[in-house]
């Protein structure tokens, strides 16, 4: 597709310069399928506590439908299966989707990702993946976190570990009694375990990981696996 550049994202945390893809058109009006981004100065002093994320954040609201899906895109290096996943999302009532063996390694990647066939915002779904420099030498594994504008608007922190593991906490919140609300976090964890013909040492090494990862969670969180 052909590239062009964009000057304005929502998070705080972005670098105010990035680029998108397109069909293959030759309309001027072509619509982004994919847009990219790359995080910088991220606020942090250790990667494995996670990106914080400032803007103002809105609650998920007791009793109003939240659907959460997992999906194993398989690869999305190609522009043309960027297309295809933002065409799934935006055709599914699901607000957030774990995604394995994305194959991009990159944690400081964001991609935004638009339906070609939707203009509505309830379409439009943010991509975080989570990686490692073995698993993307190699080119396997890779795994993220697709939010819809909804979720998206309700992240606090995104965290990435590895090609296999990450999680991210969104603010949300419960009743305590019939008139009374009170706000506690959902703690979504996104795994892509090892086979059962994996090494022992591999699965150990994962359960290990994904122990300390729960570890970062809090004892108000609404914990989600998936």
């Known amino acids: ?126 991509l975080r993946v989570s990686g490692d420099p073995a698993a993307s030498a190699r080119g396997l594994y890779g795994i993220g976190i697709a939010l819809n504008a909804k979720a998206e608007a309700a992240i606090v922190d995104w965290i990435p570990v590895n090609s296999r593991l990450c999680a991210a906490r969104l603010e949300s919140s419960v009743y305590v009694n019939r008139y009374r609300t009170k706000k506690r976090c959902m703690f979504i964890v996104s795994a892509y375990a090892p086979t059962n013909c994996s090494t022992d040492l591999v699965k150990d090494e994962f359960y290990h990981q994904l122990s300390d990862l729960l570890k970062l969670s809090k004892s108000t969180d609404i914990l989600v696996f998936a």
């Open 1 to 126: 597709g052909s590239t062009e550049s964009i000057i304005r994202l929502s998070a705080p945390f972005i670098q105010q310069s990035s680029f998108h893809l397109t069909p293959n058109s030759s309309s001027p009006d072509a619509k982004p399928l994919c847009h990219y981004a790359v995080a910088t100065e991220l606020p942090i002093s250790n990667p494995r506590d996670g990106f914080k994320i400032n803007n103002k954040q809105h609650l998920i609201r007791p009793r109003v439908p939240f659907n959460i899906g997992t999906f194993n895109v398989r690869t999305l290096l190609q522009s043309g299966q960027q297309s295809a996943l933002a065409l799934t999302l935006s055709t599914s009532n699901i607000d957030v989707y774990c995604v394995s063996e994305t194959r991009i390694q990159d944690p400081s990647v964001i991609l935004h990702l638009n339906s070609p066939a939707s203009d509505n915002a309830s379409s439009q779904f943010t």
